[in-house]
């Protein structure tokens, strides 16, 4: 994983690549075409896709096993997605360094799952529980009170409400209807200043 061309270690705002040559993962964020790290850290590409990403090292998660988190879905892979920890659900604070967290696609919800399309999308956000913390975060979004939370319209990005139907929701902009495996329950205080954590 890890890129000859990238050095072993960066700093928030190191310049990392240009986004035609690298997509922007974990750690990292785009400016104008441009791909920089968010984090301090180990820059790493994906040969299979060009993403790079940056692995925090001080993104000690400060999460244990059985608590409530709220995660933003930064990339869907074809068993597992992979998300950015946002906070505990119930509290304000942010978790400093957005640490990974991943939900295997069997963890993802009751009963046989074959893709997650129709279920997640990049830029969800989910509500969670922690299944392990150590040596690496696995959430679970299974359980029905779990899942997505708030998410945004594949084709014009406005905030999307809640549909008619079961795991169905709607953009109140452009009309489009989209299917996510909503989480069906009470929302806990989310991190932030209590707007959608998105
Ligand atoms: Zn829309």
Redesign the pocket.
Known sequence: MSDPELPNLVLPGDYLGAAEEYLPGHGTYENRGRIYASVLGKPKVDPRDRTVRVDARNGIPEVAEGDLVYARVEEVKTAMLICALLGRAGTRRRLPGEPEGTVHISKAREGYTESFQGEFAVGDVLLARVLQSEPSVKLTTAPPPLGVVAA???????L?TMGTQENEMV??????VERRKVAKGPRPDAPGDGAPAL
């Not at 945004?152 to 406005?158: F, I, L």
């Not at 953009?171 to 489009?176: A, E, I």
């Open positions: 945004r319209c594949q084709s014009c990005r406005a999307l953009c109140p902009r452009c009309g489009n």
